[in-house]
């Protein structure tokens, strides 16, 4: 194993374990689990030897490793890859280490994370996708195959420590609940401490928190000063301490997952204000700035052009006053939060240094994907109203501007600052095209790397991380993690490139596929088969639209006629199609990606998005359309509720009221972006349905609720049908009753159609951020005593009801 001039060799996994001898100052005799004991043993104690089974140490002087993935952050937004986003703390580690300018994702965050960990392309790991939307072929369940370990695994025998902060979004959802399998949680896959979310995403200021293998409620509230942030870094120090005060020479592994800069972008406003003023020249101004600044700082190569301004994206110019100003506030909020991140990882920072471990800390920063466009092109004040395809509202966004970052929204910037985001490429997140795939990627390692502050050019992948750590720490590649035979790696190690500039590229070919949007890297050629088209308004010229599925004819159409063809070697923004003028390289190019996509499970080709995510998949728990939830349990991961979007169902709460004082929440779904929450209130019994935070459907009982035993109950019935192209769920009658008596409705001309969000449900309380902050703002936990909450999606339970039951009902108020 050849490691470049600088960098020393460390000896071997079997040199480093098996064959370690205790210091001269010690008797003590050990041999390697599974070898023979090798000390004696006679009749007595006195004709014996002891001999213990060797402690997994590490190898003197083996450096700590960060992995710090930040979430939806491009190519052109840190201050380091001359963004115009302020981040102190990273740039520390870029100028004393190295910016890797041509490394790149798979253009999506769990299939880039499940590559980063294991050192496997995406679909090899059945994460073709995100989780949500996986499908039941190989490369697209969702399901990660133990035979593909973790870097987390792989450290473990080796004497490490392994910590894990922030998003995780590697479990099946079926799997995230309290009944597990908890496998492929965080401690299934060779972590010993997590502190951090399952899911995609989370609430910043209301995160849903998982401890270890348990979910925990947040320590404060955000009146008190808490932000998901500051928590994660809390913890990793805490972490990081109590290993080094028990064992100072152990390395510890830190996999630190930030929740920026994915939707939402939560900040405190101090924070946002830093960057008043500083965006309103616009995003192509931005584009302009901070491509001259690329080129000044060698990021880019000399003669790089700037991409053509997207068709998607407005010219700044040509919007009104008040659009500019709601845009670059989105933005400020953004980069304020970026910046926030980098002062929070900077406390983790100053505390390794605090105990002297900094220079022997070897660093990756990378980001999981290009800048995201899910806020749409006029921004959003709740990210699931790109999962709904609700429309957005500009005037809306602009009477709110003052809460953008804040609780009581959950926002996304305009997609021109993401197209920004990604200069000097096209396009961004979820597409092929550079501006998706290629990321900001910053090594360090001041104790064995002597180049500061330099740049490197050689291409790379993040299937790469996992080759090129182990590389560095003199560690082979396990043939076996927990008896599972260990597949192959598919990345290569790029650590010969630490200190030499020059070195040759070791990673040559790289397909790419993400929801039919397709490449392939092949020696410094590109090509491209975007889909549904190389943008969003170019594609419905064709009659297309994102999420479009890829049958045969299309298929066979846009083999024939979209493929794009780029020489990197000359262009390195992807500004130059040469698919027309050299498709014998073109065709050889296509083959190229068809094999790949053989080699590693790519196939069947699904541009679907939305549609996948109703996916009938299978559960841990049999089938079934009745839920018994009980106060005082977990809360339930958004996946794992019943859905009740489209259909008729029913909520049953089995209550003992005791006096008209007993209030509080009896059952409660999603937030303050969308949800339920069934409870009492002033003695009366309430429903309020959250429509994306946009709009609050809420139905009172007309009666009291009596004392005694009662059954106090919803029903959601529809009437009417979805318009899902229009982001509208069913149309719906919502009715409560007492003892089977109907007390009230509410007429509801539109719902939910997909999800409410990515919080859960909580029995007896309102976790998280609140369903109906005008009806209580603290978690309001039901007083009286509860006995269960039944939800019924069978259609068979509604109770029978008339005119003339209505007409009962209001005479009794």
């Not at 190989?138 to 593909?148: A, Q, T, V």
């Amino acid at each position: 194993m050849q490691l470049p001039d600088g960098v020393p060799m460390m000896a071997s996994n079997t040199v480093s374990l098996t064959d370690r001898e205790e210091p001269a100052m010690s008797s003590i005799v050990t041999y390697s689990e599974g070898q023979p004991f090798a000390g004696v043993v006679g009749r007595t104690s006195g004709e014996s030897t002891p001999a213990w089974p060797t402690p997994p140490r590490a190898q003197d002087g083996a450096p700590n490793v960060i992995i710090f993935v930040l979430d939806d952050v491009g190519f052109g937004q840190l201050s380091s890859f001359g963004g115009l986003v302020e981040t102190p703390v990273i740039d520390r580690f870029a100028d004393d280490g190295l910016r890797y300018t041509n490394m790149h994702t798979t253009a999506l965050c769990s299939p880039s994370r499940g590559a980063i960990l294991t050192g496997r392309n995406h679909h090899s790991l059945g994460l073709g996708v995100i989780s949500e939307v996986s499908t039941g072929y190989p490369g697209y369940n969702g399901i990660m195959p133990f035979d593909k370990g973790m870097l987390s695994e792989m450290l473990l025998p080796h004497g490490y420590n392994t910590f894990m902060v922030g998003k995780w979004h590697l479990s099946p959802p079926e799997h995230e609940t309290a009944a597990g399998p908890y496998d492929r949680w965080p401690l299934g896959r060779g972590f010993e401490r997590f502190y951090g979310f399952l899911g995609g995403d989370t609430n910043q200021w209301y995160p849903d928190l998982v401890y270890d293998n348990h979910s925990v409620e947040q320590p404060r509230q955000p009146e008190d000063g808490y932000h998901l942030s500051a928590d994660l870094a809390d913890r990793a120090i805490e972490f990081i301490q109590d290993a080094h005060v028990n064992a100072p020479d152990k390395p510890f592994y830190l996999h630190y997952c930030t929740g920026a800069a994915h939707a939402p972008h939560h900040v405190p406003v101090e924070w946002a204000d830093k960057y008043k003023g500083k965006f309103d020249a616009g995003w192509d101004d931005y584009r302009e700035v901070v491509h001259h600044r690329q080129l000044d700082m060698g990021i880019i190569p000399a003669g790089t052009e700037l991409s053509a301004h997207d068709p998607d994206v407005p010219v700044w110019e040509t919007i009104s006053e008040s659009e500019k100003r709601v845009y670059a506030r989105m933005m400020e909020v953004y980069a304020g939060f970026v910046s926030y991140t980098d002062h929070e990882f900077g406390r983790v920072v100053s505390f390794v240094e605090e105990i002297g471990e900094l220079d022997n800390t070897f660093f990756i920063l990378i980001s999981d994907n290009g800048a995201s466009s899910e806020g749409g092109p006029v921004g959003s004040l709740n990210e699931m109203m790109f999962f709904n395809n609700v429309p957005e509202d500009l005037e809306e966004n602009l009477e709110r501007i003052d809460e953008l970052g804040g609780p009581t929204v959950f926002n996304h910037y305009a997609w021109g600052w993401t197209n920004a985001g990604n200069t000097p490429f096209r396009r961004w997140k979820r597409e092929t095209y550079r501006g998706g795939c290629t990321d900001p990627c910053i090594v360090s390692w001041p104790a064995r790397i002597t180049a500061r502050g330099e740049i490197r050019t050689q291409y790379a992948h993040i299937v790469d991380f996992v080759p090129t750590v182990l590389d560095a720490l003199g560690i082979d590649p396990p043939i076996t993690i927990r008896g599972v035979t260990q597949a192959p790696l598919e990345g290569v190690s790029f650590a010969h490139t630490f200190n030499d500039a020059d070195a040759g590229t070791a990673h040559h070919t790289q397909y790419f596929e993400m929801f039919g949007h397709r490449s392939l890297y092949h020696d410094g050629w590109r090509a491209v088969c975007p889909w549904p088209g190389p943008s969003f308004a170019e594609a419905a010229e064709k009659g297309l639209r994102y999420g479009t599925p890829i049958d045969e004819a299309v298929l066979a159409d846009i083999e024939a006629n979209n493929w794009e063809l780029y020489d990197l070697t000359k262009d390195y923004s992807e500004t130059h199609d040469l698919a027309a003028e050299n498709r014998p390289k073109l065709i050889e190019m296509i083959g190229r990606w068809w094999a790949e996509a053989g080699n590693y499970n790519v196939l069947p080709l699904d541009g679907a998005m939305l549609q996948r995510m109703n996916v009938e998949r299978p559960t841990i728990a049999k089938s079934r359309d009745r839920f018994v939830y009980f106060p005082g349990g977990s809360p339930v991961p958004f996946t794992a509720a019943p859905k009740v979007y489209n259909r008729p169902f029913t909520i049953t709460a089995d209550v003992q009221i005791q006096d008209a004082a007993v209030h509080g929440v009896l059952i409660a779904q999603g937030g303050l972006t969308g949800g339920y929450s069934f409870f009492v209130k002033d003695n009366r019994l309430s429903f309020v349905y959250n429509f994306l935070g946009r709009d609050l459907f809420t139905v009172v009982s007309n009666v009291d609720v009596p004392s005694g035993d009662v059954s106090l109950r919803y029903e959601f019935e529809p009437t009417g049908e979805p318009d899902f192209a229009a982001g509208k769920g069913t149309p719906a009658r919502g009715q409560l009753y007492i003892d089977d008596n109907l007390v009230g409705e509410v007429d509801m001309p539109h719902t939910v159609p997909n999800i409410f969000s990515t919080e859960g449900l909580t029995c007896g309380h309102d976790g998280g951020s609140r369903v109906a902050p005008d009806d209580y703002q603290d978690d309001f936990p039901f007083t009286g005593l509860l006995k269960r909450v039944t939800i019924d999606l069978s259609g068979t339970d509604l109770i029978p009801d008339s005119e003339t039951d209505m007409k009962v009902a209001v005479a009794r108020q």
